[in-house]
């Protein structure tokens, strides 16, 4: 399997909106290379889920992951992460 050389990355715009509407206090500043360090981590994130959701369809014999298989790795993906 070859990979694409155009690396998908999460915005830096979109990280910082994601982050600030979970925080609790609103008045809290996040610096640029904790957004870059979070959007690499929600990078590595999707593609470990996108991973285990194919090896969870092949062992069921499957084509194409589904929700059914994301449901099912999705425990384990947590605890890891």
Request: hydrophobic residues 50%; negative net charge; without cysteine.
């Amino acid at each position: 399997m070859e990979r694409d050389q155009d690396e998908v990355a999460f915005p830096k715009e979109l990280v910082s909106k994601l982050l600030h509407e979970h925080l609790k206090n609103e008045k809290m500043r996040v610096s640029a290379d904790a957004l870059l360090l979070l959007a690499e981590l929600l990078k590595v994130f999707v593609r470990e889920a996108a991973a285990r959701t194919a090896r969870q369809a092949l062992v069921e014999d499957i084509t194409v992951g589904d929700v059914e298989q994301v449901e099912k790795i999705l425990p384990q993906l947590l605890l890891d992460f």
